[in-house]
T-cell receptor, first 114, second 117 residues
Framework: DVKVTQSSRYLVKRTGEKVFLECVQD?????MFWYRQDPGLGLRLIYF???????EKGDIPEGYSVSREKKERFSLILESASTNQTSMYLC?????????????FGPGTRLTVL | AQKVTQAQTEISVVEKEDVTLDCVYE???????LFWYKQPPSGELVFLIR??????QNEISGRYSWNFQKSTSSFNFTITASQVVDSAVYFC??????????????FGRGTQLTVWP
């Protein structure tokens, strides 16, 4: 089975802090994604990556950056956390057959910025 | 642009009732995939089904069934004889074949299903 893990289930940070959310997958998938989920808005794509060191902006990249130094790990970075970044963050991965493989999700990180 | 609409924000049923979750999508592409995911209270999204745009056959898996109709751009999900464990948020999603989107998912806003004992 595909396994996608995220470093924390719950995280509390203060405004202005730099925050790292880590995601690791064990299926040698090329493609990885970061979404945020907010009530009534569904899931919105922040960034995605199709290879090591490669990244593409999603629909709401402002205030975020990403890092993919190794194939299995995709990090989401909040350079200076703000209260409006309080949300549920979900990571996903899928294989090289970009148009046929299914995205598998991690358990999510619920981030609160005070 | 791609869009997925789940008009039902919340649905409540009593155990053993059948329930249908609606999903309507918009895309100009002719080749695409449609998905349903389940999000239980634990938070993790669980993959349920993927459907190819060229395959309009309905699918049944146990108590779950899916009705894909290209003519109405709909991909509805029915749970037969619902159970309390079916309580979750259900998301419909779309991905494109081809182009630069690399199979990213476009999600609907989700339907919260509550099944009462």
């Amino acid at each position: 089975d595909v396994k996608v893990t995220q470093s924390s289930r719950y995280l509390v940070k203060r405004t202005g802090e730099k925050v790292f959310l880590e995601c690791v997958q064990d299926m040698d998938h090329e493609n990885m994604f970061w979404y945020r989920q907010d009530p009534g808005l569904g899931l919105r794509l922040i960034y995605f990556s199709y290879d090591v060191k490669m990244k593409e902006k999603g629909d709401i990249p402002e205030g975020y950056s990403v890092s993919r130094e190794k194939k299995e790990r995709f990090s989401l970075i909040l350079e200076s956390a703000s209260t409006n970044q309080t949300s549920m963050y979900l990571c996903a991965s899928k294989g090289e057959t970009a148009y046929t493989d299914t995205q598998y999700f991690g358990p999510g990180t619920r981030l609160t910025v005070l | 642009a791609q869009k997925v609409t789940q008009a039902q924000t919340e649905i409540s049923v009593v155990e053993k009732e059948d329930v249908t979750l609606d999903c309507v999508y918009e895309t100009r592409d002719t080749t695409y995939y449609l998905f349903w995911y389940k999000q239980p209270p634990s938070g993790e999204l669980v993959f349920l089904i993927r459907r190819n745009s060229f395959d309009e056959q309905n699918e049944i898996s146990g108590r779950y069934s899916w009705n894909f109709q290209k003519s109405t751009s709909s991909f509805n999900f029915t749970i037969t004889a619902s159970q309390v464990v079916d309580s979750a948020v259900y998301f419909c999603a779309l991905s494109l074949r081809g182009g630069s989107t690399l199979g990213r998912l476009y999600f609907g806003r989700g339907t919260q299903l509550t099944v009462w004992p």
